[in-house]
């Protein structure tokens, strides 16, 4: 895979709406080692399925509250906390509500590899 030289991204190009931070980047094509997803969940309830990563994952709620899942253990996190998924931990989160849930999740790899387990 060819690397890019250029250093930065545009919000158009990864960005689904730049008005809403919303989205996903593989940093691999850009010689980084991580990637990122911009996650807005609305609705309570809502959020990704238990899956795992053969890397670390480290989430960084930007807005809202949020019920995380981490091998065995339930952690709630609200906006400014972080939190880490371990390598080949089993993981899920969902919005609590009221409002939106809005966090950047760091995937340290140059690309996304993920076990879906439900």
Sequence with gaps: MAVSTDPITRAEDWLNDTGIFRGSWQGGARGAGISVIASRIDGPGGGPRLHRHPYPETFVIRTGVALFTVGDRRIEAKAGEIVVAPADTPHK???????????LNIHENGKFVTEWLE
């Design 93 to 103: 989160f969902e919005n609590l509500g009221p409002g939106p849930l809005e966090s």
